[in-house]
């Protein structure tokens, strides 16, 4: 663990102060003092007021040395988890192990920026119970708000890429067109080389740092805004579990130029399609020059189990957002089929009744 972490103590009652999220403020938990994390910091005051601009970080190089994170491993999962300096104990958010934090600790990477809690624990029973009310399938005794007991807040780290696709695509552009012409119906059918030039820049895209977490989870996510991400500060981690980045940011680069050029192929056909009653890939190569910066972004993650099955979910800590995957109860889809089933049946008969009488 590193020797040069401050305790974030209170200044009245020296008790323990863990970050808000709806107040956005440091509170002791004995005393109710409260501090703002903004004004107590403020290196770069202008840039924290007026929000985090993503873009101010191009020069900005990861600082390995200004302020070591202590970093503790769990006997467990072997899950490499960063703690606020005050806690001696935590919950690991992936194998659900009490862990007690030991001198087991290695060199860490100060994040960039950091997304603080917004969406408040408190809250997400409710949110919880509004995410599954649409789900008509959803067995009744799937959620209630005792099986939230586990939940765990943890800032997950994350490569936030911007850089730009440019290029050259080639399509096969074909228009087809019918007309009667006397007694005879005449078809056209022309093709034509289509060519565009890409050039597309993409901003904070962010792809999860974390080989413990499903990728597709944390894409689901989305989005995060990040121009209300703040310059990293220690103390938004209080009351927080965090998780260091164990897939450098060359590693996972690829995922991150997949999903550009994913884009890029998408409305570029899209746009080079207008006009044409068909479009083909003919051809053409686009590259990415990207780069990226670490950046802690806050979820809540939480399992429920029915049937002796676990569901896994995570909530996006800024904006509420629920994903996760969940059962469906056999005796409710059976009813819900025979009740379609029935409905169309309904109309069948109605229809057939009609043209009966109507003498069809």
């Keep these: 663990m590193a020797e040069n972490v401050a305790e974030q103590k209170c200044p009245n009652c020296d008790g323990v102060m863990r970050y808000d999220p709806e107040k956005k403020l440091l509170v002791c938990e004995y005393c109710g003092t409260e501090m703002d994390i903004q004004k107590a910091t403020a290196s770069k005051p202008k840039e924290i007021a007026e929000g985090f601009d993503f873009a101010s970080l191009n020069d900005q190089a990861i600082d390995i040395n200004a302020q070591a994170l202590p970093v ?38 100060r994040p960039n920026a950091v997304i603080p809690f917004q969406f408040d624990k408190q809250r997400l029973p409710e949110a ?7 789900r008509v399938l959803l067995p009744k005794d799937f959620f209630s708000d005792e099986k939230l007991n586990n939940l765990t807040g943890v800032y997950v780290p994350f490569w936030v890429f911007s850089g730009k696709v440019s290029g050259q695509m080639r399509y096969l552009g074909t228009k087809s067109s019918s007309y009667r012409s006397g007694d005879y119906m005449i078809h056209e059918h022309s093709e034509y080389d289509v060519i565009r030039d890409v050039d597309m820049s993409f901003d904070a895209l962010p792809v999860d740092a974390s080989g413990k977490i499903d990728d597709k989870l944390m894409d689901s996510l989305e989005p995060f805004h990040t121009n209300e991400a703040v310059p990293f500060d220690m103390r938004y981690l209080a009351g927080f579990a965090a998780d260091r980045f164990d897939e450098k940011k ?29 479009i083909k ?3 053409g190569t686009l590259r990415a020059d990207i780069d990226a910066k670490y950046m802690l972004l806050p979820v809540y993650l939480f399992d429920l189990s029915h049937n002796g099955k676990t569901y896994h979910f995570a909530v996006n800590g800024q904006t509420g957002k629920i994903v996760g995957d969940v059962p469906i109860d056999a005796g409710r889809s059976a009813k819900f089929f025979f009740i379609r089933c029935g409905i169309v049946f309904g109309v069948l008969m109605i229809w057939f009744w009609i043209k009966y009488l109507c003498g069809y």
């Design 72 to 109: 503790y491993n769990c006997e467990s999962c072997a899950a490499e988890l960063i703690a606020p300096p005050e806690q001696m104990a935590l919950t690991c958010p992936y194998c659900g192990n009490n862990i007690v934090l030991t001198d087991k600790a290695s060199g860490a990477l």
């Design 128 to 134: 919880v119970r509004k995410f599954c009310k649409p």
């Design 250 to 278: 060359g590693s996972i680069a690829q995922r991150a130029k997949k999903r550009m050029f994913s884009t890029a192929y998408s409305l570029t056909e899209k746009q080079a399609g207008a006009g044409y009653s068909r």
């Design 281 to 283: 890939k003919n051809g």
